[in-house]
């Protein structure tokens, strides 16, 4: 059915740093430091990058304690296990945030959460782009003086006597989280698992269940209180 | 109580791995942070990102140019023509004294182009005619 389009907000302003960057790349390629095929090459590498790779690390470190101790020992060589290679990630070159790679064990008493208090390093390669909130202020700044209570703000309660233990990345060392697999999953494949380990949980924000899926639909709660948009009519948001 | 672990020690062990891996024998350049005029202009009328998402009711919190410039971090790169860790050491020294009271990403870029002056990978004049003829295809449509 037709439906009349607002179209949404856009940036109608050529700034002086969009004109930089231009004007950078374009010389570099006509200067021959790399082509416009390698350029477009990386982008399109930057785009299709997601968490999927790191799911099954936590997935195989859950099943097998060999690789376990391989993950916690060394995780970019265990990265290989999962189709990462940190040093090659893109298979035709080094990526900017070529670096080492850290999992941090959560245990029962220990629960770890990663942030980059600087800016935005976030382990790129092997769990894809950071979220929206990760590169806030709110979060990089609150997290390491109140981690408690941002946790409990995203949802995640943790008992007093569970300590909590911060990771701030850096331009060398990235981190992920392997958290603690939880009670309902027993028998349950390596692809199984893999599915119920959601970005957040490597990010540490979260923890995993057995009903809560990466792909799952998002839930959408009808408001109790609804209040009246001025484009009510134009739109159905159900969908 | 938070923590962290990674210690200066560690930090300078992975950073000598990572180089020897990468294949970067060669010590690291601190970079001329004296003040480039180009930049400096840009500096002065640029508007970053943060100001006009709030103008004109973006939510994207980075601009469209950042995975390009990205790319072009890491087509430099794996043509050895600027080093990753090298590069990234000159853009944490530019960040905390040169381009320290400009946001991210405009302060990576900034000083990106900034090493590739100081480094003869781009030459400034060149860089400022370039900039000329961008902002006339950009603004022509």
Partial sequence: MAEKHKAAPMVDEVSDFEILEAAVRELAIEKGLFTADDHRRFTEFAHSIGPLPAARLVAKAWLNPEFKKLALKDGVKASLEVGIDWLNPTGFGTPSDYTDLRVLEDTPKVKHVVVCTLCSCYPRPILGHSPEWYRTPNYRRRLVRWPRQVLAEFGLQLPADVEIRVEDSNQKCRFMVLPMRPAGTDGWSEEQLASIVTRDCMIGVALPHPDRKQDDKRPIHPAVHPIQHDHGHDHDHGH | ?141
């Fill in chain 2, 1 to 141: 109580m938070a923590t962290t672990t990674t210690t200066v020690t560690e930090e300078r062990a992975m950073a000598d791995t990572n180089a020897k891996n990468a294949g970067a024998g060669a010590s690291r350049q601190a970079p001329d942070a004296s003040p480039i005029t180009l930049l400096e202009k840009i500096r002065s009328r640029g508007r970053a990102w943060e100001d006009l998402a709030v103008q004109y009711g973006v939510t994207n919190p980075d601009p469209p140019w950042k995975v390009s410039m990205f790319s072009t971090c890491e087509a430099l790169a794996v043509h050895d023509c600027l080093e990753t860790l090298d590069r990234r050491a000159s853009e944490d020294d530019l960040s905390e004294t040169l381009y320290r009271d400009i946001p991210q990403p405009e302060r990576q870029l900034m000083a990106l182009a900034h090493t590739m002056i100081r480094r003869g990978l781009v030459d400034e004049e060149e860089l400022e005619r370039r900039m000329r003829q961008v902002h006339e295809r950009l603004t022509s449509a």
